[in-house]
């Protein structure tokens, strides 16, 4: 079993920055994409970016030249660096993973709040 554990979210103003990070804990070896998705209150969730072992990047439109997503395969770690931040770009943010794009396991969250 894998465990997706996420740090980095907290408040931040308009046009400011935030670094997410997740550790993949468990029988690790299996993952072969991770990324992140993201709820907003009253949306579905949606995903916002994945990235394979090999390094291949997915990426929604709304955050393209805002947002990296990166990994770390040795460290079984993937970020999101988020700048110039919006307050739509409030939501829990989920760290995601599995052996393709389809996600089998999810962390708990982490809460990103862009407001002045």
């Known amino acids: 079993q894998v465990q997706l554990v996420e740090s980095g979210g907290g408040l931040v103003q308009p046009g400011g920055s935030l670094r997410l990070s997740c550790v993949a804990s468990g029988i690790a070896v299996s993952i072969n994409t991770m990324g992140w998705y993201r709820q907003a209150p009253g949306k579905q969730r949606e995903l916002v970016a994945r990235?394979?072992?090999?390094?291949?990047?997915y990426s929604i439109v709304s955050v393209k030249g805002r947002f990296t997503i990166s990994r770390d395969n040795f460290r079984n770690t993937v970020y999101l660096q988020m700048n110039s931040l919006k307050p739509e770009d409030t939501a829990v943010y989920y760290c995601?993973?599995?052996?393709?794009?389809?996600?089998?396991?999810w962390g708990k969250g982490t809460l990103v709040t862009v407001s002045s």
């Open positions: 995601a993973a599995g052996r393709s794009v389809v996600v089998d396991y």
């Open positions: 990235i394979t072992s090999g390094g291949s990047i």
